[in-house]
């Protein structure tokens, strides 16, 4: 059985430890348009920062890929997909044949529609290449404009900041974050922010940039304000890198589509993590769920399966944990408290820690913790699974979660679900 | 694979594991020195009782066999090796962002510190040791370390 996994992120190194431990033999080669082993993208910030060094950003040693017979190419960019003679082509014109093909491409930042837009520099932050390009043009006291106030932008904005830019954040959101939180927790982050220098600037977007010098950027926002900036970041989002799917007989919507063994429309060919869409969890509707962890789960579901061992997904659900300024951030589930009957309680335990859960029919569906991480995976859990926790709210919502305060069902068989 | 297992009924909410994993797992594996470390900052042990009166019961990793909290790292740190089926957090490459923390279903991984740097720290089932300190310390063998036969 010849396997080919494009793409060597979560999704593909957890495809390709699930294919090996069911197929001992199975030829495996992994396509990577990345010049070197795999890393923690969201590591590129801590990189920025000068918190860690690029040789400890791989997420799995070469000893990995040797131990798993994986014949790893790196700096190999597949660019089109011929299903029916079952190949993929590659930039340099290469061709690689597979029996049975994964697709774990990703995502791609997204660019928004702003007049000038694509006649002057601006910067990504989405790979190490794109940091290492901010770290090399943008020097101190440089004015910096990150488009975007989400995840992403935010911790742009953080590192720009360790670098001594100074830093405006724009986001056409009435609060930071709004993605993933509500206002109230939001208030908290901006104010995180706004303490180490940042400006935000809500309500807002840009509505045209042009170049007016060398390093010199004008830009017009939506409210009619013009700045003068040095350096430009484009962190609105990230969409499905459907690149390689585009012309062929792959169905897909906003994300590729999946039945439940990760597997498209086309047999032998599966896909996982960000490039895909999926039922997510508490809303049964199919969407994006971009994180590390949903990848890894689909990943392991899709390799499973290539290698004849059936195993079904059963749902995505957002669960994201970041620091930003010394200021740590756990949303999971329906965070933003969007949508129609649900209750919202928060509780501050502690100074500077704040806890929003949101229930719904007696049961959890989403929650907001800011500095407030200790033991966060029980909330977790009962988002996920659905627990009643009527009976239990106000301790939720008072203590550090705690295993013996909750209804489970029992205990040890719990334990053994983990294990099984 | 061997696990620690506690029977809730046997346990007597004495917080002995928890003191017998925090000298098992400091620079200096001797009690005294270990809650009073010469950097000040007290390792945080990887084993913790929780109380509801009147039950209480120690918590502990399940290295479990697909693990959320290595599933979820963005940084590659915590890994379950595939010989012993022990998940292990490297605290050369944790970088702290505690996503670990905010999957692990039953709240098993701790904030802690490793050569003064803020570290996800979790049970290793003592690595080296025959039995895991918490299950050698507990007086009413209320833990356990055996193979159950799970995965």
């Known amino acids: ?420 | 694979m061997k696990r620690v297992y506690c029977n809730e009924k046997y346990c007597v909410n004495c917080h002995l594991c928890e003191i017998y994993c925090l000298a098992a797992h400091s620079p200096a594996p001797d009690l005294i020195k270990a809650f009073s470390p010469s950097d000040g900052i007290r390792p945080v042990a990887r084993i913790q009782v929780e109380e509801s009166r009147p039950r209480s019961m120690a918590v502990s990793c399940r290295h479990c066999l697909h693990p959320l909290c290595a599933d979820s790292c963005i940084s590659g740190a915590l890994t379950k090796d595939p010989n012993t089926g022990i998940v292990l957090s490297d605290p050369e490459k944790c970088v702290a962002c505690w996503s670990c923390l905010s999957v692990c279903s039953i709240g098993a991984i701790r904030k802690g510190f490793v050569a003064g740097r803020p570290v996800s720290v979790k049970c290793d089932l003592c690595q080296g040791r025959e039995i895991p300190a918490c299950v050698e310390a507990c007086p009413n063998q209320a833990l356990t370390y055996e193979d159950r036969g799970e995965n």
């Open chain 1, 1 to 420: 059985m010849k396997y080919l996994v494009i793409g060597c992120s979560s999704a593909g190194i957890h495809a390709m430890e699930a294919i090996r431990q069911k197929d001992a033999t199975g030829e495996i080669t992994c396509l990577t348009k990345e010049q070197d082993l795999p890393y923690g993208r969201p590591l590129i910030s801590y990189w920025l920062e000068g918190k860690i060094r690029e040789e400890k950003m791989s997420l799995r040693p070469q000893e990995f890929f040797d131990r798993l017979g994986i014949r790893l190419c790196t700096g190999v960019e597949a660019v089109r997909l011929d299903l029916a003679n079952r190949s993929v082509l590659t930039a340099t014109g290469q061709s690689f044949t597979y029996d049975r093909l994964f697709l774990g491409c990703g995502g791609k930042p997204i660019v928004p529609p702003i007049e000038g837009l694509k006649a002057v520099p601006h910067f990504f932050f989405h790979t190490l290449a794109d940091v290492k390009k901010i770290k090399l043009l943008v020097t101190p006291e440089d004015k910096v404009l990150i488009i975007g106030g989400g995840l992403i932008g935010l911790k742009a904005a953080e590192s720009l900041t360790s670098l001594n830019a100074r830093v405006t954040v724009v986001d056409l959101a009435p609060h930071l974050l709004s993605s993933i939180m509500g206002a109230g927790a939001a208030y908290m982050v901006q104010e995180a922010i706004c303490a180490q220098g940042v400006e935000v600037k809500l309500n807002n977007s840009v509505a045209a940039v042009r170049m007016i010098g060398p390093r010199e950027l004008a830009v017009t926002l939506k409210d009619g304000v013009q700045l003068m900036v040095n350096h430009l970041v484009v962190a609105v989002g990230v969409a499905p890198n459907l690149d390689l799917v585009q012309g062929t007989a792959l169905s897909h919507r906003r994300g590729l589509l999946v039945d439940q063994h990760m597997q498209t429309n086309i047999s032998g060919v599966y896909a996982g993590g960000d490039m895909v869409e999926f039922r997510e969890m508490l809303s049964g509707q199919q969407k994006v769920v971009g994180i590390v962890l949903n990848a890894a789960m689909q990943g392991r579901v899709a390799g499973y399966n290539m290698a004849g061992f059936p195993l079904a997904f059963d749902g995505s659900m957002v669960c994201n944990s970041l620091n930003l300024f010394a200021t740590n951030i756990v949303t999971m589930g329906e965070s933003t408290a969007a949508g129609e009957n649900k209750e919202i309680l928060v509780s501050r335990p502690a100074p500077g820690v704040y806890r929003e859960l949101v229930f719904r029919d007696g049961r959890l569906c989403g929650a907001t913790l800011i500095n407030d991480a200790e033991r966060a995976g029980i909330l977790r859990h009962l988002i996920y699974k659905q627990v009643e926790v009527d009976e239990v709210k106000e301790g939720l919502l008072a203590k550090t979660p705690q295993l013996l305060e909750i209804p489970f069902a029992r205990w040890d068989e719990y334990y053994r679900d983990l294990t099984a």
